[in-house]
């Protein structure tokens, strides 16, 4: 149920394809577990929105980033790098499999994985790069999988927050070994919960399909050959994702948008507030607009949220850096940049069913907290 709290939600799901429609045929067809057409073909059709040979659907993305890892044979005391400023589940997928994960800090301008510091912590246990594309930047992923050449390691895209995002025109998920999506339901598209391995690899995505169904052998039903789980995704949810995939270019077209017309509503107070660059290799798929106050607009980043929300509006805050709690915590280890953009960072309403008023509303909220009216 929404908190009647906020008038404007930092995000909310559009649903006005047909996902009544594909919902409803599950159920008159009584389809609605983890068998049924609509599998299939979210899986057919995601693969093909990516460029990407095999896309399997699983249950969701904290799930897709386990069987990846697995399906590459990470393993305990292996090491995957990966940025310190992300959603806690990308480090804890790698616990899962009983790995370390090596942290890395962001470079500021995106607040991706700064990759000129990843050498440096590359060693004789590092099995993979976890590279995440924050809030929906693509990272510069090219020197990282360069560097994973050399190194004879893997590269896992996380693009779990980044569908429709691009990399020198590329979709990002789709350029490594093997990358995954989520499609919670503040994702650019989403199933409710739900995730998508994907990659180009026969036997990697055939060992990710045994592995996420139970390990069951897909020629011998109910033998098991090895330890599964079940990751799986019901067809409800795939019916869902179908729908939303058919508007994929709506999804994703509404926030970039959006974000154009927030940089020139932002425009005069940029000496307060940053607002986040697109780089040029980059096309933006903006699942957040986030903006880091700068110590110029003297206030304090939660005092910010606080008084915003007292007007109605719902923000988010970014990520707290995964070096800093309890179960991964480096104690006098630093990331100074990682460190900043998280304190100071705020997630602002995005989502395609904002209207120019809203955004109007929401800057003239800032600027009035701001003095900068």
């Known amino acids: 149920m929404k908190n009647k709290k906020y008038k404007i939600f930092v995000s ?5 394809g047909n996902e009544r429609k594909y919902v409803v045929d599950c159920l008159e067809t009584t389809w609605i577990s983890s068998n049924g057409k609509y599998i299939s073909k979210f899986e057919e059709k995601f693969a093909k929105y990516i460029d990407v040979k095999y896309a ?12 990846a890892l697995l399906g590459l044979g990470i393993r305990e005391n292996d090491e995957v790098i990966m940025p310190t400023l992300s959603y806690v589940a990308t480090a804890n997928a790698v616990t899962y499999c009983g790995g370390r994960p090596i942290f890395i800090d962001s470079e500021k301008v995106t607040g991706n994985i700064n990759v000129e510091q ?3 912590k590359i060693t004789k246990n590092t099995k993979a ?3 995440v594309h924050l809030y929906g930047h693509p990272v510069d992923i090219d020197p990282i999988k360069k560097l994973a050449k050399k190194y004879g390691i893997a590269v896992i895209e996380d693009a779990a927050e980044a569908f429709g995002s691009r990399y020198k025109n590329h979709h990002v998920g789709g350029l490594s070994d093997v990358g995954i999506f989520s499609f919670f339901g503040n994702k650019n598209i989403t199933t409710g919960e739900g995730g998508m391995v994907v990659t180009n690899h026969k036997r990697l995505a055939e060992k990710i399909r045994i592995l996420k169904g139970q390990g069951m052998d897909p020629k011998r039903r109910y033998w098991h050959p090895t330890i599964g789980y079940n990751y799986r995704m019901t067809n409800i949810e795939a019916a869902i994702g179908l729908a939303q995939l058919e508007r994929a270019k709506f999804h994703v077209e509404s926030r970039q948008r959006i974000a154009r017309e927030y940089n020139k509503l932002f425009e005069g107070i940029r000496d307060v507030i940053e607002l986040p660059i697109q780089k040029e290799y980059a096309h933006h798929g903006y ?13 304090k980043r939660d005092l910010f949220m606080k008084k915003l929300a007292e007007l109605g509006i719902e923000t988010r805050p970014i990520f707290f850096p995964m070096h800093i709690m309890p179960p991964y915590f480096e104690g006098k280890e630093k990331y100074p940049v990682a460190e900043e953009i998280a304190s100071n960072g ?6 395609s069913l904002l209207k120019t008023k809203d955004l109007w509303y929401i800057v003239d909220s800032i600027k009035r907290i701001l003095n900068k009216n």
């Open 12 to 16: 909310s799901p559009s649903l006005n």
């Open 118 to 120: 990843i050498k440096r």
């Open 56 to 67: 399997i659907a699983v249950s969701n993305g904290t799930v897709a980033l386990h069987v």
């Open 346 to 351: 705020i997630n602002i309403p995005t989502h």
């Open 129 to 131: 790069i976890m590279p």
């Open 287 to 299: 699942w957040m607009y986030t903006i880091i106050l700068k110590k110029t607009a003297n206030i």
